[in-house]
C-alpha cells in the first residue's frame, strides 16, 4: 500500500474503491490483498515450515495463511474484522482440503489470541502498526518471527527488509515494488543481572538498557566497570563484548530464559568461559 499520491488519507481513498461490501470499522486500513508474489516472499523471509502456526493480522481473502498451509505445510489462522472476508477464507480452507490446519475468525485485531503464533504477518496501515505493537511485543515469543508487506514500526527497526518486484501492485497503486520486513521478537533483558563466570569466585553486574533487538549497558566487577558494545538480540540469542584490559575484546553470547542467561565468552574464536547470569530483583 505504497500510494504515488503520498499521504494514508489518500491511499484509503483509493484502496476503499476496491473494498468489499461489509460495514465494518476497518482501524487498520481497507482490503487490499498482497500479490501472490509478495506473499511467497514474506513467507520464504519468515522461513516458515511445516512446524509453523501462521497468524495473519488482518487477513482479508486468507491468501497468506492458505498459502503458508499449502506450499509450506503449516497450520494458521487468519483475523479479520469484516465477515465476508472471514467466510470466503474459510470457505477456501475447506475447497482446499486444510480446514483441519487453518481457520479464520471475524475479530478485531487487538483481541487476536496470539498464545500459538511462531509467524505473524502483517499488511496494516503504519497507525495500526505503532498500536498493535505493544500488544506483539508482550504476547510474542522471543524468537517469534514477524513479516509486514510495506509497514514498519517507527522505533522499532526491522532486521531485515526484502524489496520485491511486483507486477499486479503497479496495476492498483502504480508503484512496482513491494518491502518485506522481517523482525524476530526479542526476548526482554532491561534491568540488572549478576553475572558469573562458571567455575570462577566472584563475579560482577550487567545493567542494560534495552531497545527493542539492540542494547546498551555496564559491565561492572569491584571498582572497573566498562561500556557494553554491540549488544544485539535475535529473539533469546544475546551478544555484546567488553574490553578484556588486554587490548582485545572478550565476546559474550548467551540464551535467555526468562530470569536466566547462559552462554559462552569467546576471544577471537576461543571459547574461554561459560558464564551466567540471573536477574536482580
Ligand atoms: C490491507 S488488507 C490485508 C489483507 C491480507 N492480510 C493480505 O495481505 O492480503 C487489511 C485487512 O485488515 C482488515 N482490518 C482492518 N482493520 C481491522 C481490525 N481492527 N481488526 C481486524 N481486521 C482489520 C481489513 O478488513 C482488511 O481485510
Known sequence: MKFPIGTVAGAM????????????????????????????????????????????????????????????????????????LVDLANASAR????????????QDVFAAD???????????????MQSLRPKLLADLKPGTRIVSHDFTFDLW?????????????????????????????????????????????????????????????RFSSGDRTVELKDGHLEGARLSFSVPAGNGRREMFTGTVDRDQILGEVREGEMVIARWSATRVP
Open 95 to 106: 475447497k482446499l482440503g486444510i480446514a483441519d490446519r487453518v481457520r479464520f475468525v471475524q
Open 157 to 217: 527497526k526491522p532486521d531485515r527488509t526484502v524489496t520485491v518486484e511486483t507486477e499486479e501492485k503497479y496495476e492498483i497503486t502504480g508503484i512496482w515494488t513491494s518491502d518485506v520486513h522481517l523482525w524476530i521478537v526479542p526476548a526482554t533483558v532491561q534491568g540488572a543481572w549478576r553475572i558469573t563466570r562458571v567455575g570462577e569466585k566472584g563475579g560482577g553486574r550487567l545493567d542494560i538498557r534495552q531497545g527493542f533487538q539492540h542494547f546498551k549497558g
Open 13 to 84: 481513498a483509493l484502496c476503499a474503491q476496491i473494498a468489499l461490501a461489509a460495514d465494518v470499522d476497518r482501524t487498520g486500513g481497507p482490503y487490499v490483498p498482497t500479490p501472490q508474489s509478495v506473499v511467497d516472499a514474506m513467507l520464504e523471509v519468515a522461513s516458515v515450515g511445516p512446524e509453523d502456526f501462521v497468524v495473519d493480522l488482518g487477513s482479508g481473502d486468507g491468501r497468506i495463511v492458505l498459502t503458508a498451509a499449502t506450499k509450506h505445510k503449516a497450520s494458521g489462522m487468519g483475523v479479520d474484522i469484516d465477515p465476508d
Open 114 to 128: 496470539l498464545s500459538r503464533t511462531t509467524v505473524l504477518t502483517l499488511y496494516l496501515l503504519p497507525g495500526m
